[in-house]
């Protein structure tokens, strides 16, 4: 069968009921319009709700509450008018005036104000009588316009930061613009102190409103001087880089062409590590050109703290604490009020890296150290020191640990410690001279013990140590006649250094006895119910050979043939050379303590007997040389402490007696004294603190008022004032305790706390040095005169010399809003005082009064 393409089969039109004509309302040009509420409307009252439905209106009365999307307004009177598409809010009058204001809240910003008028459509509204709160500043308005969200016109407005319903003080202007946080913007303005204008007027001022750190200029400090003159302080400009970092440049200006200029920042991440940086320089001319005592220095100075989160790394750790510069800049700068640095003669530093090795015994300590004596100018660097410790490890243990014999408690110690050292001075600083007289030597150290139970009730610990250093260099002696000697005459030993591996070791052994005997004392009558006496004496044997014999060498001196010195190449190295001499030597030591056991003094009371010391610590110990030909015994070192006055005072006593005579050019002889011992030197310390809680019947412990231990004594000179205020070292929370305190009278009831830091040193050196060396006092402490009033002082007195030590005042006022200090040092080589009164707020911290004298240089 076949199919004809070209078919006449006739084709089938579309029916017309198949095509469906597009519908024409949905394409109807009328738009339907838009809900103007696009959220609902919450509301509520305490006595009535009207809402009348001819005039659209809804009215609440008494503590009124409406919400709509993110506003919350609440009153003592709401309007709500759907046809105009506002809200009017008012507050109420009764008996006790007018009250309810209007509250509007919407987002983070809120207000309070007396009336309101909010189109929530346009978002538009019109307040009278406004108080508003951007971070810490408040603002009050008698008009104020709102265009939208972020624009705001003020007028006749003044703002604070104060929180009284009364400001303390604000700043008054007609007209200003508000962009909620973000920013003020004024007009001609004028400081307000307790409602009296001041002459201090601004024809225009910005004011940043932000919680975060802003850039912004730090306005300096001034004063004068008789040397420096005029001057201008840490004025400069702050910058606020990032959350994690910052920096703050400022300069010092003088008017006679002395200047300075500071680096201070600081940073932090959390969890991970913090620390700041500060570099100062300071270039300072003195007098006048062409006088006698004119002279031009320049000093600097550099700071640097470091340390890390210990969640962000267990198992190793970065610190740092760097204090370097020239020796003269606390001495000589202008701008620098720390009283410990200035009275602090040595500068310390120390960059350290540790790192423990899991699952081994061992750990590594890198560290870099800087020390400088800011007397002498001389410095001592380690760049860098190795130290790598093994833990103790007990090879014979048996099984699971177990330590039961001598043999299976033998401990076993390693540690290594490589140095490079450099010594140099101030003028060779950073000098190629100061790198080659560089040294360098490592130090390996092994150790070993165990103890034995002997005669039941003593404890017998042998113990041996090995110690083998290593050089990479040493030195050569010898007698240059054409050098010059310390007298200036010719003929010198000179040290030749001779590079190379070298190294030599040495050993000792050693056993030692000890044991505790108690003696106890009881009595019968009284709360003292008995005391006991604790002494633990210890024997121990000691043995070293002669290590130096070995590697000594004989160079001449001087022209005369016999005279001769001995040294060995290694003398001069960081770990010095081998030890000299035999040493055979028995030491013996007795420890004593001395307590008491006290009732309480309710005997029907369930507390029980309390534990009193009443000697901390009585310690004597000294060595017999069995091997030398002469004064075999050495020095008695005797120690002593205790408490006293319920732990409030603590008393040490230390030093050391000399069993054999002295010549009179000072030779120690073989012969003893006739008294047995010479006081050699003693020291006796005794540290007190009291304050006004100690009288309490009720009070607490304190665990931040201590008086110290022994070695920690009070801080005498107190904490450093710093009178600037600038917000650049302000947080968030820096303010919390300057919380308002209610003014109230003290009555006899005047918190106080005086500490006292007492110290004498003797000294009989046997032939020309006798008696006390130094006899001071020094004390500190503070009164509160009011809740607001706080007077401190520290100072000391020369009980030998009769005259007082470096003398500190201190004044404060907490005046609300404001802060008051006043730093004066009244007489001394540091006579000089800094002045201070400005805003707490870190917003506002350029509103301050800053001035500072730092100390004149004396002409005779």
Same mark, same amino acid.
């Given at each position: 069968?076949?199919? @004809?393409?070209?078919?006449?089969?006739?084709?089938?039109?579309?029916?017309?009921?198949? !095509?469906?004509?597009?519908?024409?309302?949905?394409?109807?040009?009328?738009?339907?319009?838009?809900?103007?509420?696009?959220?609902?409307?919450?509301?509520?009252?305490?006595?009535?709700?009207?809402?009348?439905?001819?005039?659209?209106?809804?009215?609440?009365?008494?503590?009124?509450?409406?919400?709509?999307?993110? %506003?919350?307004?609440?009153?003592?009177?709401?309007?709500?008018?759907?046809?105009?598409?506002?809200?009017?809010?008012?507050? %109420?009058?009764?008996?006790?005036?007018?009250?309810?204001?209007?509250?509007?809240?919407?987002?983070?910003?809120?207000?309070?104000?007396?009336?309101? /008028?909010?189109?929530?459509?346009?978002?538009?509204?019109?307040?009278?009588?406004?108080?508003?709160?951007?971070?810490?500043?408040?603002?009050?308005? *008698?008009?104020?316009?709102?265009?939208?969200?972020?624009?705001?016109?003020?007028?006749?407005?003044?703002?604070? !930061?104060?929180?009284?319903?009364?400001?303390?003080?604000?700043?008054?202007?007609? #007209?200003?613009?508000?962009?909620?946080?973000?920013?003020?913007?004024?007009?001609?303005?004028?400081?307000?102190?307790?409602?009296?204008?001041?002459?201090?007027?601004?024809?225009?001022?910005?004011?940043?409103?932000?919680? *975060?750190?802003?850039?912004?200029?730090?306005?300096?400090?001034?004063?004068?001087?008789?040397?420096?003159?005029?001057?201008?302080?840490?004025?400069?400009?702050?910058?606020?880089?990032?959350?994690?970092?910052?920096?703050?440049?400022?300069?010092?200006?003088?008017?006679?062409?002395?200047?300075?200029?500071?680096?201070?920042?600081?940073?932090?991440?959390?969890?991970?590590?913090?620390?700041?940086?500060?570099?100062?320089?300071?270039?300072? !001319?003195?007098?006048?050109?062409?006088?006698?005592?004119?002279?031009?220095?320049?000093?600097?100075?550099?700071?640097?703290?470091?340390?890390?989160?210990?969640?962000?790394?267990?198992?190793?750790?970065?610190?740092?604490?760097?204090?370097?510069?020239?020796?003269?800049?606390?001495?000589?700068?202008?701008?620098?009020?720390?009283?410990?640095?200035?009275?602090?003669?040595?500068?310390?530093?120390?960059?350290?890296?540790?790192?423990?090795?899991?699952?081994?015994?061992?750990?590594?300590?890198?560290?870099?150290?800087?020390?400088?004596?800011?007397?002498?100018?001389?410095?001592?660097?380690?760049?860098?020191?190795?130290?790598?410790?093994?833990?103790?490890?007990?090879?014979?243990?048996?099984?699971?640990?177990?330590?039961?014999?001598? /043999?299976? #408690?033998?401990?076993?110690?390693?540690?290594?410690?490589?140095?490079?050292?450099?010594?140099?001075?101030?003028?060779?600083?950073?000098?190629?001279?100061?790198?080659?007289?560089?040294?360098?030597?490592?130090?390996?150290?092994?150790?070993?013990?165990?103890?034995?139970?002997?005669?039941?009730?003593?404890?017998?610990?042998?113990?041996?140590?090995?110690?083998?250093?290593?050089?990479?260099?040493?030195?050569?002696?010898?007698?240059?006649?054409? *050098?010059?000697?310390?007298?200036?005459?010719?003929?010198?030993?000179?040290?030749?250094?001779?590079?190379?591996?070298?190294?030599?070791? *040495?050993?000792?052994?050693?056993?030692?006895?000890?044991?505790?005997?108690?003696?106890?004392?009881?009595?019968?009558?009284?709360?003292?119910?008995?005391?006991?006496?604790?002494?633990?004496?210890?024997?121990?044997?000691?043995?070293?050979?002669?290590?130096?014999?070995?590697?000594?060498?004989?160079?001449?001196?001087?022209?005369?043939?016999?005279?001769?010195?001995?040294?060995?190449?290694?003398?001069?190295?960081?770990?010095?050379?081998?030890?000299?001499?035999?040493?055979?030597?028995?030491?013996?030591?007795?420890?004593?303590?001395?307590?008491?056991?006290?009732?309480?003094?309710?005997?029907?009371?369930?507390?029980?007997?309390?534990?009193?010391?009443?000697? @901390?610590?009585?310690?004597?110990?000294?060595?017999?040389?069995?091997?030398?030909?002469?004064?075999?015994?050495?020095?008695?070192?005797?120690?002593?402490? !205790?408490?006293?006055?319920?732990?409030?005072?603590?008393?040490?006593?230390?030093?050391? /007696?000399?069993?054999?005579?002295?010549?009179?050019?000072?030779?120690?002889?073989?012969?003893? @004294?006739?008294?047995?011992?010479?006081?050699?030197?003693?020291?006796?310390?005794?540290?007190?603190?009291?304050?006004?809680?100690?009288?309490?019947?009720?009070?607490?412990?304190?665990?931040?008022?201590?008086?110290?231990?022994?070695?920690?004594?009070?801080?005498?000179?107190?904490?450093?004032? @710093?009178?600037?205020?600038?917000?650049?070292?302000?947080?968030?929370?820096?303010?919390?305790?300057?919380?308002?305190?209610?003014?109230?009278?003290?009555?006899?009831?005047?918190?106080?706390?005086?500490?006292?830091?007492?110290?004498?040193?003797?000294?009989?050196?046997?032939?020309?040095?006798?008696?006390?060396?130094?006899?001071?006092?020094?004390?500190?402490?503070?009164?509160?005169?009011?809740?607001?009033?706080?007077?401190?002082?520290?100072?000391?007195?020369?009980?030998?010399?009769?005259?007082?030590?470096?003398?500190?005042?201190?004044?404060?006022?907490?005046?609300?809003?404001?802060?008051?200090?006043?730093?004066?040092?009244?007489?001394?080589?540091?006579?000089?005082?800094?002045?201070? %009164?400005?805003?707490?707020?870190?917003?506002?911290?350029?509103?301050?009064?800053?001035?500072?004298?730092?100390?004149?240089?004396?002409?005779?």
């Amino acid at each position: 069968m076949s199919f @004809n393409l070209n078919d006449t089969i006739p084709s089938i039109k579309k029916d017309s009921i198949l !095509t469906k004509k597009a519908d024409t309302i949905a394409n109807d040009s009328i738009k339907k319009p838009k809900e103007v509420i696009e959220g609902i409307i919450t509301h509520d009252a305490e006595d009535y709700t009207i809402q009348n439905a001819k005039d659209k209106t809804l009215t609440l009365y008494n503590q009124a509450h409406v919400t709509y999307q993110d %506003i919350d307004l609440k009153a003592g009177k709401i309007i709500v008018d759907y046809r105009k598409n506002t809200v009017y809010a008012t507050g %109420i009058k009764d008996s006790t005036g007018y009250i309810q204001r209007p509250v509007f809240k919407q987002g983070s910003q809120e207000s309070e104000q007396d009336s309101i /008028l909010f189109n929530y459509k346009t978002e538009k509204a019109l307040v009278y009588g406004v108080k508003t709160i951007q971070g810490e500043m408040i603002t009050y308005g *008698e008009k104020t316009k709102r265009v939208n969200d972020s624009t705001i016109y003020m007028r006749k407005l003044k703002f604070t !930061t104060s929180k009284k319903k009364n400001p303390d003080y604000y700043i008054a202007t007609n #007209k200003a613009k508000l962009v909620p946080g973000k920013k003020i913007i004024v007009g001609g303005s004028n400081l307000v102190l307790a409602d009296v204008p001041t002459p201090v007027y601004l024809p225009f001022a910005y004011f940043p409103l932000t919680s *975060e750190r802003t850039s912004g200029f730090i306005i300096p400090s001034w004063g004068e001087n008789n040397q420096q003159g005029f001057f201008l302080q840490n004025g400069g400009y702050y910058f606020a880089i990032n959350d994690y970092f910052d920096l703050q440049v400022t300069g010092d200006v003088y008017s006679n062409g002395s200047w300075g200029v500071n680096f201070d920042s600081n940073y932090y991440v959390r969890y991970k590590f913090s620390g700041g940086f500060s570099f100062r320089y300071q270039n300072l !001319t003195n007098s006048i050109r062409g006088f006698s005592d004119y002279s031009k220095t320049s000093n600097y100075n550099i700071r640097w703290s470091h340390s890390q989160d210990t969640k962000s790394s267990p198992n190793s750790r970065l610190s740092a604490s760097v204090n370097m510069g020239s020796s003269r800049f606390y001495r000589e700068s202008l701008n620098e009020i720390d009283a410990n640095q200035y009275l602090t003669n040595t500068f310390n530093s120390s960059i350290s890296y540790y790192k423990k090795f899991v699952g081994t015994p061992f750990n590594m300590n890198v560290t870099m150290t800087h020390s400088q004596n800011s007397n002498t100018e001389a410095i001592s660097m380690t760049l860098p020191s190795l130290q790598v410790n093994m833990d103790r490890i007990y090879p014979f243990a048996g099984k699971g640990g177990i330590k039961k014999n001598a /043999l299976q #408690k033998v401990g076993l110690n390693y540690s290594l410690q490589g140095e490079y050292r450099i010594n140099t001075t101030d003028d060779e600083f950073f000098t190629s001279k100061m790198f080659k007289e560089a040294k360098t030597g490592v130090q390996h150290n092994v150790s070993a013990n165990t103890n034995i139970k002997a005669f039941k009730y003593f404890t017998l610990s042998p113990n041996i140590s090995y110690k083998d250093i290593w050089y990479f260099d040493k030195i050569n002696k010898r007698y240059d006649i054409n *050098e010059l000697n310390s007298n200036g005459d010719l003929g010198a030993v000179v040290n030749d250094t001779i590079s190379g591996f070298n190294r030599f070791n *040495e050993y000792n052994v050693g056993v030692s006895m000890s044991t505790n005997i108690y003696g106890m004392f009881n009595f019968k009558k009284g709360r003292l119910k008995a005391i006991r006496h604790t002494i633990r004496p210890s024997i121990s044997w000691n043995y070293k050979p002669d290590f130096a014999q070995a590697y000594e060498k004989r160079v001449r001196r001087s022209s005369s043939p016999g005279d001769i010195i001995t040294y060995t190449p290694f003398d001069e190295g960081i770990y010095r050379g081998p030890s000299g001499g035999l040493s055979n030597s028995i030491g013996i030591s007795v420890n004593n303590v001395l307590e008491a056991k006290v009732a309480p003094k309710d005997p029907d009371s369930d507390k029980e007997d309390e534990k009193i010391t009443l000697l @901390n610590n009585l310690n004597f110990s000294t060595s017999y040389n069995i091997a030398a030909d002469s004064l075999r015994w050495s020095n008695v070192i005797f120690s002593a402490g !205790t408490r006293l006055f319920k732990d409030k005072m603590a008393v040490n006593l230390s030093g050391n /007696l000399d069993p054999y005579q002295v010549t009179e050019k000072g030779v120690k002889i073989d012969k003893f @004294n006739p008294s047995i011992f010479r006081v050699n030197q003693a020291t006796l310390t005794a540290n007190y603190s009291i304050s006004s809680s100690d009288f309490k019947k009720d009070k607490k412990e304190d665990s931040n008022s201590g008086n110290g231990s022994q070695n920690n004594p009070p801080d005498v000179l107190n904490r450093e004032i @710093n009178p600037t205020n600038g917000f650049h070292n302000q947080s968030a929370n820096s303010n919390k305790e300057d919380k308002e305190k209610v003014a109230k009278l003290y009555h006899a009831n005047i918190p106080w706390n005086v500490s006292f830091v007492y110290s004498a040193n003797y000294t009989n050196n046997g032939y020309s040095t006798v008696g006390i060396q130094s006899h001071t006092l020094g004390f500190s402490g503070d009164v509160e005169l009011t809740p607001k009033w706080k007077v401190g002082f520290a100072s000391g007195y020369d009980i030998l010399n009769g005259a007082f030590s470096y003398t500190r005042l201190n004044f404060s006022r907490d005046l609300d809003s404001w802060r008051f200090n006043f730093n004066w040092i009244p007489f001394g080589t540091r006579t000089s005082y800094n002045f201070f %009164i400005g805003v707490k707020s870190s917003m506002l911290s350029d509103l301050k009064w800053d001035k500072n004298k730092p100390p004149d240089r004396r002409l005779f």
